[in-house]
């Protein structure tokens, strides 16, 4: 984009929301991916997105549309990846852990261990604080997947804590 981009309905230019939204959805990509490069790739294609189309859109809330173009984009990126990839490769050391705000480490551990949808469900009811409704249209699914997928992602990560969470003794000792 050359020159300084136009404002929106209400006055705010790209610039000044790239300003204002780079930080939250760096942080929801970062809880989607569950990896800090990814999540930079994933807020960077968003804004590029956001970006191309910025003078011509008409809503009343560009962040949560930034919010839903960047979870269609992290379904995409995991559809490529498993068209990419013709054998899963496991491997027994677990990728190293980069904590990225105030996440733990262990948390950002256990947010590996989901599955991608998920990691997204969790993140749109736990990070961005959405109801199953608006989750569901966000991921272009029922409800009653939404439901399913946060359960069985909220077992995933106490099972994930009672193993491997701060809590946990290391010596193993037993009172």
Known sequence: MDGPSPPHDDGTTFDDFVRAQTRPLLGLAHALTANPHDAWDLTQETLARLGERWGRLRLDEPGAYAR???VRLNVDRIRRLRRELLQPHRTDEPAPVVVVGELDGWLVEALTTLTPRQRT?????YVEDLDVRTIAARMGCSEGTVKSQLSRGTERLRQHARDHGPLRTTTGDTQ
Do not use: E, G, Y
Request: proline fraction near 0%; charged fraction near 10%; charge should be positive.
């Open 68 to 70: 839903t173009v960047m």
């Open 121 to 125: 469900a969790l993140a749109l009811r």
